[in-house]
């Protein structure tokens, strides 16, 4: 079965450092591009970038650029989504999802969610 | 950036309704488009790819439409359990983006 399977909830405070995951299965991890996607409480989704394992390609939002970084562990089938100094306004889900390149130009396996709450 | 913007917002229907969702990107985009479905606490869904092909598995009541910058999802008899959230995503050299959103209510 093809998976994207997230780490689990964080709590944080303003001004910690962060780094979640997100471990493929079932497919080939080096060969499809996964983006991060934030959604914030009751509000909608935000694409922030994409990463291609096979070679670290990676392209950001320009509204998530120096926010975040994005990277990825082809040898563990893993990739990160992490924040040097967080924020209160940080808090929301993250989703990671595979994105089809190819014909679909579109994410077709998403990962369950990471909420990250940051709060003093 | 190219912009998207879905309308309406939200919308009540009844069961058995046929339902149509607009996108509008603020530049030509071919057909790079898609459409998912979120329902609440859940992550997204992806029903439509490249406007108008339907993903494995989703039911035929749904259709896309459209080219360049208007586009179209549509749910040709509304059941109960396609009470949810829709996006629209555009792709182009690279960079995503969604639009904000229409939510479907039970009339």
């Known amino acids: 079965e093809v998976q994207l399977v997230q780490s689990g909830a964080e709590v944080k405070k303003p001004g910690e450092s962060l780094k979640i995951s997100c471990k493929g299965s079932?497919?080939?991890?080096?060969?499809?591009?996964i983006g991060w996607v934030r959604q914030m409480p009751g509000k909608g989704l935000e694409w922030m970038g994409i990463?291609?394992?096979?070679?670290?390609?990676?392209r950001y939002s320009p509204s998530f650029q120096g926010q975040v970084t994005i990277s990825a562990d082809k040898s563990i089938s893993t990739a990160y989504l992490q924040w040097s100094s967080l924020k209160a306004s940080d808090t929301a889900m993250y989703y990671c999802?595979?994105?089809?390149?190819?014909?679909?130009?579109?994410?077709?396996?998403w990962g369950q969610g990471t909420m990250v709450t940051v709060s003093s | 950036a190219i912009q998207l913007t879905q309308s309406p917002s939200s919308l009540s229907a009844s069961v058995g309704d046929r339902v149509t969702i607009t996108c509008r990107a603020s530049?030509?985009?071919?057909?790079?488009l898609a459409w998912y479905q979120q329902k609440p606490g859940k992550a997204p869904k992806l029903l439509i790819y490249?406007?108008?092909s339907l993903e494995s598995g989703v039911p035929s009541r749904f259709s896309g439409s459209g080219s360049g910058t208007d586009f179209t999802l549509t749910i040709s008899s509304l059941q109960p359990e396609d009470f949810a959230t829709y996006y629209c995503?555009?792709?182009?050299?690279?960079?995503?983006?969604f639009g904000g959103g229409t939510k479907v209510e039970i009339k």
């Open positions: 995503q555009q792709f182009n050299s690279y960079t995503l983006t």
């Open positions: 530049q030509g985009i071919s057909s790079a």
């Open positions: 490249d406007a108008s």
């Open positions: 079932g497919y080939s991890f080096t060969s499809y591009w």
């Open positions: 990463i291609y394992p096979g070679d670290s390609d990676t």
């Open positions: 999802a595979r994105f089809r390149y190819d014909y679909m130009r579109a994410f077709d396996i």
